[in-house]
Nanobody, 124 residues
Framework: VQLQASGGGLVQAGDSLRLSCDASGLTIRNYNMAWFRQAPGKEREIVAAVSRSSGSTRYSDSVKGRFAISRDNAKNTVYLQMNSLKPEDTAVYYC??????????????????WGQGTLVTVSS
């Protein structure tokens, strides 16, 4: 299984970015897919998740209304559209996959496949 995250970069506050996570070795429609991030000196946190069954989505309060997670099952790719970026969004962003039930959608411990991360830097 390989999750390849891409799309990070250096942007200014207020800009947008779209991250992609290309999956191989698993079929994303059978997995909960999520984006996590880890800022320097901070613990990793979940940003957004989409469930494998209903396609339900969850967002952290800090990104709700600005970020959107989506998936293209035909391309086996998950996206994170990030709008109105803020300096506090600066972090390494990771995609991850889980087979857990819906109630565990945002539980990091249930995610057992991880990508390598892509760095997003937002300047003020």
């Amino acid at each position: 299984v390989q999750l390849q995250a891409s799309g990070g970069g250096l942007v200014q506050a207020g800009d947008s970015l779209r991250l992609s996570c290309d999956a191989s070795g698993l079929t994303i429609r059978n997995y909960n897919m999520a984006w996590f991030r880890q800022a320097p000196g901070k613990e990793r946190e979940i940003v957004a998740a989409v469930s494998r069954s209903s396609g339900s989505t969850r967002y952290s309060d800090s990104v709700k209304g600005r970020f959107a997670i989506s998936r293209d099952n035909a391309k086996n790719t998950v996206y994170l559209q990030m709008n109105s970026l803020k300096p506090e969004d600066t972090a390494v962003y990771y995609c991850a996959a889980s087979r857990a039930i819906l109630s565990a959608l945002v539980q990091e411990s249930t995610y057992n496949y991880w990508g390598q991360g892509t760095l997003v830097t937002v300047s003020s």
